[in-house]
């Protein structure tokens, strides 16, 4: 057990190593140079009114060159919400259940 | 809450609330394409209205929605996604590549109302998903 925890302690001190090294190695926030501002954002604020037509590059951005995550984020909101609704059902169904078990007892007893 | 609670003061003044917030979320949707929003938003907004109606009229509510009928909203919600790309790959484009509907329209037309068709389907779903999730947390006796 005290092994366990030693070891589970290690393990955290490497994650936050990594974590300190990665973001001291972080771009610079607003930096114009960094590598997410000069990907595909220019193409996006450049072209995105001409070979999109819409009047707003966020729509563009979400409806047209990301589509399909948008098609994904939607599936996701459906398939937790139905994973929630189903837990909440049943775990709701059993513990009426329960309940009655122990009522039907105490008639018994 | 299958009961309704609180006092002539808090139902009338929903009374007046809901159908105005009903009406921002669907101006939400429909302009969501020019403007800030989208169909997560209007979904939010559209889902809190039926959300609170529930709440101050109880299970008798005007614009109530029952869980199984959300869950089945919400499936055709996220079906419609997914149709709209089937549909543009069967007018001979890429999937969801919304310039290409066969009716005499502007691109820019058909661009926006392929949007419109992807947005209420995100709309539905999330709509659907909240007030399940609301209907599955205040049931209270199994189904």
């Given amino acids: 057990m005290k092994a ?28 114009p140079q960094s590598a997410a501002a000069t990907h595909v954002a220019d193409r996006y604020i450049a072209d995105a009114v001409e070979e999109t037509g819409s009047p707003n590059f966020v729509t563009a951005v979400l409806a047209d060159y990301r589509g399909y995550d948008t098609l994904g ?10 994973a929630t609704v189903l837990l909440l059902r049943v775990s ?12 039907a007892e105490e008639e018994q007893v | 809450m299958n009961e309704r609670f609180g006092t002539v003061v808090l139902d009338t003044a929903f009374r007046f609330v809901i ?6 979320g669907v101006y939400v949707l429909i ?25 101050v009229q109880g299970e ?19 079906f419609l996604y997914g149709f709209v790309g089937v ?3 069967c007018w001979g484009g890429n999937f969801l590549e919304y310039g290409i509907s066969p009716w005499a329209m502007l691109a820019a037309e058909k ?17 659907a998903t909240i007030i399940a999730i609301f209907d599955a947390l205040t049931r209270k006796e199994e189904v």
């Fill in chain 1, 4 to 31: 366990l925890r030693m070891g589970a302690l290690f393990v955290l001190l490497l994650m936050a190593e990594v974590m300190f090294i990665s973001a001291g190695a972080l771009p610079q926030l607003y930096d």
């Fill in chain 1, 73 to 82: 984020e939607t599936t996701v909101i459906f398939t937790a919400g139905l």
């Fill in chain 1, 92 to 103: 709701k169904g059993s513990a009426s259940k329960r309940e009655g078990d122990s009522a």
């Fill in chain 2, 19 to 24: 159908p105005f917030v009903m009406l921002y």
């Fill in chain 2, 31 to 55: 302009n969501g394409e020019s403007s800030p929003g989208g169909g997560f938003q209007a979904g939010a907004l559209l889902a809190i209205a039926v959300v609170l109606s529930r709440l």
């Fill in chain 2, 60 to 78: 008798k509510a005007v614009f109530n929605i029952s869980g199984n009928t959300a869950l089945i909203l919400a499936g055709i919600g996220t």
């Fill in chain 2, 87 to 89: 549909l543009t790959l």
């Fill in chain 2, 111 to 127: 661009h926006a109302l392929g949007i419109l068709g992807i947005e209420i389907g995100v709309t539905l779903c999330v709509m």
